[in-house]
């Protein structure tokens, strides 16, 4: 059951802003939404996680419009260190007790 | 450094072989988690552990057998394994399973092959 969708990758040059949109059109009331950042070879990492409107951490901000079907994570200036896999997580999936991952938005940022 | 160390970082087994993964988490939290990584594929979740209790098996085969003897320690027991088993095995914690605003934190993970 994958209950987000983002783009397979994005390209982008070093210093540009960079926006991920995932679309969650099944989102629940209580869900929330976070995004992960994932190196090759780690763990996923926590970016940031919202609830409505907009949420701003120190390396990122996350736009979340009234509906809530969709979100969108913005990295301002970007650098070669932020080429990663971001993932987009909506909730707990109750019925399957687990998060769900899915493929991820792999980033290049280019020199 | 997440607090959640993962050993060993590499391991490499024959198909008779039985070894064990081992996580440890320095956070004080009550859930630990399993994942499976095989290149090119979603995280898939193996197993949750909820305060020591295994609250979930997502269709893992038997060759695979988690063990939590406290809400620190999280191990993955593999005996008979076949090479598609080869990925990267994540741990991860948090504070407590079911959350719908819970942050998990990973592990660097063990990159196991399978020959």
């Known amino acids: 059951l994958a209950k987000t969708t983002q783009p397979i990758s994005m390209d982008s040059y070093e210093g540009q802003e960079v926006n991920i949109t995932c679309s969650h059109n099944n989102i629940a009331t209580n869900d929330y939404i976070t995004w992960y950042q994932q190196f090759p070879s780690q763990g996923p990492r926590f970016i940031i996680q919202g609830y409505k409107t907009k949420v701003t951490n120190e390396v990122a901000s996350l736009f979340i419009p009234a509906d809530r079907k969709s979100s969108t994570l913005s990295l301002p200036r970007v650098s070669l260190s932020d080429t990663a896999v971001y993932y987009c997580l909506v909730g707990w999936e109750y019925n399957f007790n687990k998060f769900y991952f899915g493929s991820g938005t792999k980033l290049n940022v280019k020199p | 450094e997440t607090g959640v160390t993962q050993t060993p970082r590499h391991l490499v087994m024959g198909m008779t072989n039985k070894k064990s993964l081992k996580c440890e988490q320095h956070l004080g939290h009550n859930a630990m988690y399993w994942y499976k990584q095989s290149a090119k594929k979603p995280l898939e979740l193996m197993f949750v552990?909820?305060?020591?209790?295994?609250?979930e098996n997502n269709s893992v085969p038997s060759r695979f057998s988690p063990e939590c003897p406290n809400s620190s320690h999280l191990f993955l027991h593999l005996h008979t394994l076949q090479p598609e088993d080869s990925a990267l095995y994540l741990c991860?914690?948090?504070?407590?399973?079911?959350?719908?605003?819970?942050?998990?934190?990973f592990g660097p993970g063990t990159r196991l092959t399978v020959l």
């Open positions: 552990y909820n305060f020591k209790e295994q609250t």
């Open positions: 991860a914690s948090s504070q407590a399973a079911g959350a719908g605003d819970d942050e998990q934190f």
